[in-house]
């Protein structure tokens, strides 16, 4: 057991990556809930009707407690809210720590969380009653605010704060996992390695690349900024080149059940199952930790092989 495992009652110091856009959603999130660690939903700026819905998917699927991710420049209170009296804990990423939301959280019987790319932020996310950090270093997938690469990044959030710190980024052995929570964390934040999950939402061509991939085939870049300008963040090599070499403002088709919408070349949507088109110019996100996907398995593997060591 760790401070984070008593505070959000799992069973595995291991929480999975908030993965906007539907990268974390109820089956994959559930499962990881299922295989003793603590899954997150990544509802990104969803309407309340759209939260409604995953919240019931979700606690359908498993009566484990679980989290929320909410992307700052997306968010929509209401949905906070709702979320709060729902999950065991909502969680803010990408912006200044706002002491209201996190009061929001409170309210409705949740914990809160802030991911943070600074011992600055993470104290300020203490000062605003935050009861978790997320300490991000620059190895991680998606959207970076880390500044400095985990290590660094770990040492200054635990002598800054003395709540539960989460380690994130470039995390996807089991040997680097037992180094991180030697290293004082509460808990390890997993995301690239679950996209490999069988339960993944990830297109199929997206899970091979990830599996093909290496450490050095990922870079931070700002390219796919359609929708989010200015904001840094790890993808794949090969994606990039696809987009930079890619023709038209329009390189594929998404669809969620019965609606479909069209992905702009550059845009931040990564493809997921049933996308068509140009899959291999579409955003695809990835952390350093990609050296340690290799294989698609069960969710439930990943989560036991990567804590096997603590």
């Not at 959603?25 to 700026?45: E, H, I």
């Not at 809210?81 to 720590?97: G, K, N, Q, T, W």
């Not at 796919?224 to 070499?245: I, Y």
């Amino acid at each position: 057991m760790t401070a984070f495992t008593e505070l959000v009652s799992c069973e595995l110091p291991l929480q999975l990556a908030g993965m906007g856009g539907g990268g974390s959603d109820p089956p994959l999130a559930s499962a990881v809930c299922n295989a003793g660690g603590f899954g997150m939903l990544g509802l990104g700026g969803l309407p309340v009707p759209a939260v409604e819905q995953m919240l019931d998917a979700m606690t359908a699927m498993t009566s484990k407690p679980f989290g929320v991710n909410f992307l700052m420049p997306f968010l929509e209170r209401p949905a906070v809210e709702l979320a709060a009296s729902r999950c065991r804990m909502v969680e803010f990423f990408y912006d200044a720590p706002d002491p209201s939301l996190v009061a929001m959280a409170h309210d409705g019987g949740a914990l809160a969380a802030w991911q943070v790319g600074s011992a600055d932020e993470a104290k300020a996310a203490v000062d605003a009653g935050c009861d978790v950090v997320i300490a991000q270093g620059t190895e991680a997938g998606g959207h970076v605010r880390g500044t400095k690469p985990l290590r660094e990044m770990l040492a200054d959030v635990l002598a800054s704060v003395s709540v539960p710190v989460v380690a994130a980024g470039g995390l996807g052995t089991a040997g680097q996992v037992k180094d991180a929570i030697d290293a004082g964390a509460s808990a390890v934040r997993i995301g690239t390695r679950f996209l490999a999950a069988d339960e993944s939402p990830a297109h199929p061509d997206y899970v091979d690349a990830l599996i093909a991939a290496s450490a050095d085939d990922t870079e931070i870049t700002t390219a796919f900024n359609v929708g989010w300008p200015d904001a840094p963040h790890r993808v794949l090599k090969a994606s990039l080149a696809a987009a930079q070499a890619a023709t038209g403002d329009v390189v594929g088709i998404m669809r969620f059940g019965s609606m479909e919408f069209p992905v702009t070349r550059f845009s931040t949507t990564f493809p997921m199952k049933g996308a068509t088109g140009n899959i291999a110019a579409m955003c695809m996100y990835a952390g350093t930790s990609v050296d340690g996907v290799r294989e698609r398995r069960p969710a439930a593997d990943i989560v036991a092989e990567l804590c096997s060591e603590i």
